[in-house]
């Protein structure tokens, strides 16, 4: 079965520097990797996705990732984070076959000090 | 214009109580799910609809029963509610089954059960 862990329970970063969210991923054939992000109270939005091809792959909002097959990681950037990126951000992996279905990691919550 | 709604946002009710949540899309999408997300923040599927027809049905008490009426709507009933119950359910669509496409959250519905 597929799975996703996300190491960092809780990551605070000051406002303007860089950030890196990991994540990694346990899943026997090619992945299809999201990122979404909850602000506090909100649902889920869409940051980027990776389905194929480049493994570099740009988001919303500034934020991109980058695919390594050979690390099975799907790693969140953004090269200068804003007080507005305080959320909480889940990686997820998506299974094909008779019913598409996300499997979510558990979540990396990331605090912005001003 | 809301691509994914869900009614109500808050819902706080006694145990034992039967109590709905009901979700649209306006997006065209053939697949709605219904995910639940715990108090640590960790999401998981329960159900996935698709064209009214119930394709994921992941290790959930008989007490949660969904239906949808339409390929626009899936509601989640709960009989005998328990305290366990309490949580967030996210309501979320796709374009199809059986191929992984992005799927869009509703807001969310945080249930409280006293």
């Known amino acids: 079965a597929q799975s996703v862990t996300q190491p960092d329970i809780h990551i605070t970063v000051s406002e303007g520097a860089s950030l890196e969210l990991r994540c990694n991923y346990s899943?026997?054939?090619?992945?299809?990797l999201f990122w979404y992000v909850q602000s506090p109270g909100q649902g889920l939005q869409l940051l980027l996705k990776?389905?194929?091809?480049?493994?570099l792959v740009q988001g919303i909002k500034g934020f991109e990732a980058e695919f390594k097959r050979s690390q099975s990681s799907f790693n969140l950037r953004k090269p200068s984070v804003h007080w507005s990126d305080a959320a909480e951000y889940f990686c997820a992996v998506g299974l094909t076959g008779t019913a598409s279905k996300l499997t979510f990691g558990t979540g990396t919550r990331l605090q912005v000090t001003l | 214009d809301t691509a994914v709604s869900q009614t109500p946002k808050y819902l706080v009710t006694q145990m034992g109580n039967d109590k709905s949540i009901k979700c649209e899309q306006n997006?065209?999408?053939?697949?709605m799910y219904w995910y639940k997300q715990d108090s640590k923040k960790f999401l998981k599927i329960m159900f996935s609809y698709n064209n009214k027809e119930l394709i994921i049905n992941e290790t959930v008490p008989n007490r949660f029963s969904p239906k949808s009426p339409d390929k626009a709507h899936l509601n989640l009933h709960i009989n005998s509610l328990e305290l366990g119950d309490s949580a967030v359910y996210f309501c979320?669509?796709?374009?199809?089954?059986?191929?992984?496409?992005?799927?869009?959250f509703g807001p969310g519905t945080r249930l409280l059960v006293l």
């Open positions: 990776y389905f194929s091809g480049d493994t």
């Open positions: 997006l065209g999408h053939d697949t």
């Open positions: 979320a669509s796709s374009g199809t089954s059986g191929s992984i496409e992005t799927q869009y």
């Open positions: 899943y026997g054939a090619t992945p299809y």
